[in-house]
Structures are given as structure tokens and as C-alpha cells.
């Protein structure tokens, strides 16, 4: 039986499924990538092979780390699946893929990207705010790529539409590895527990 400190920093990372305008984006996935596998970690990820997305997986991969890869049948018909993962999953549904690509993580940590990025990011901090989970949840502003977001969010808190405590809940970084490790300290033991316990 494994015990729950082998257990492996699974980390879901959002990001697009297109490289982005600036070189700066495709290093930054490369960088999560190369931590996480280096910690002999696990990427759990929406599966695909294109942009971001392909680049944080193999990047993950060569560096020695497992990876997770959750899509729509939809995506796959279209053959966007990365077929490389440790583990693909095929669902029927966004929501299916959202869901299981949470349960199978201890934090969270948004790339840059689209408005599927944005979704995925602000669905799994409004869940964090609920008290769904209370996995840690990162926000990678890779070539000031978010600047304007996080004014604009910073915004809704002067506007009393959000509150300080809500920014609080999101951890934001420039540079991958320091924020990785952030992330890391703050994942509470019975996230790996969980994991721990469906692989038994």
C-alpha cells in the first residue's frame, strides 16, 4: 500500500490551447512543466495537444512527470487529443471534465489564455469561495499577460462587488517556480489523503 506522503503533487493547470502572441507565454508553460515533472509531480490538464496545453504536457512528460489528460469526446472527434498522457480521459461533457479534472488535483494554477482559461479559473475560485474545496488556486501572469484582469478585479473590490478577502483566495506570481512551491506549501494533507484513498 502506498503511504499518503508518496503520494505525488498533482497540480491542474489551465491554459490555452493557442501558443499566444508572445514567446514568453510558450516559456512559461514550458518552465510548469519542467518543475512539475522535476518533482516528480503530476500535471492534470484538459488533454490537448495544441499550444499551451500541448506545450506544459510534454514539457511535464520529458521531465520525468506524470501526466493526466481530461477532454471532451467532442475534442477528441476532432482529434485535438494529446495522445501521449499517462492517462486520457474521455468524457461526455464540459462539466464532467471540470469535475474530475478538480478531483484529481491538490491546486490549481491558471496559464495564459482564453475565455475557456477564464472560465475554468473564476468557476474553481468561486468554488474555493463557497467552501466546495480549499485547494490552493494560482494565477501565472506571465509577461504581464493578466495585469489588466487583476485591475479590473481590483476594481469590483473598489466597487464593493468583491471583497479583499475573495483576492486573497487567489495567489498570483511572475516567476513559475516560486509560485509552484507556494502553491505546493499550502495544499491541506487531506487533498492527498482524498487521492490517496480513490487509488486504493
Not at 490537448?48 to 504536457?57: D, E
Not at 477532454?71 to 494529446?82: C, G, Y
Amino acid at each position: 500500500m502506498t503511504s499518503p506522503q508518496s503520494q505525488p503533487f498533482s497540480i491542474c493547470v489551465y491554459c490555452g490551447s493557442r501558443p499566444g502572441a508572445r514567446p514568453e507565454f510558450a516559456g512559461a508553460a514550458q518552465a510548469v512543466g519542467q518543475w512539475i515533472g522535476r518533482q516528480g509531480g503530476q500535471l492534470v490538464y484538459g488533454g490537448g495537444r495544441t499550444g499551451l496545453m500541448g506545450l506544459v504536457a510534454e514539457a511535464t512528460r520529458e521531465a520525468g512527470g506524470r501526466v493526466v489528460g481530461v477532454i471532451p469526446k467532442a475534442l477528441v472527434d476532432k482529434e485535438l487529443a494529446n495522445p501521449l498522457c499517462d492517462e486520457l480521459h474521455v468524457v461526455d461533457t464540459m462539466h464532467e471534465r471540470k469535475a474530475l479534472m478538480a478531483q484529481r488535483s491538490d491546486a490549481f494554477l491558471a496559464l495564459p489564455g482564453g475565455i475557456g482559461t477564464y472560465e475554468e479559473l473564476f468557476e474553481i475560485w468561486t468554488w474555493r469561495q463557497l467552501g466546495y474545496h480549499d485547494k490552493p488556486v494560482g494565477i501565472l501572469n506571465a509577461a504581464g499577460y493578466y495585469d489588466a484582469m487583476l485591475e479590473f478585479l481590483r476594481h469590483s473590490v473598489r466597487e464593493a462587488f468583491m471583497g479583499d478577502w475573495q483576492m486573497d483566495l487567489v495567489r498570483t506570481g511572475t516567476e513559475p517556480a516560486q509560485l509552484l512551491e507556494a502553491l505546493r506549501a499550502e495544499v491541506p494533507r487531506h487533498s492527498q489523503d482524498d487521492r490517496l484513498a480513490e487509488n486504493i
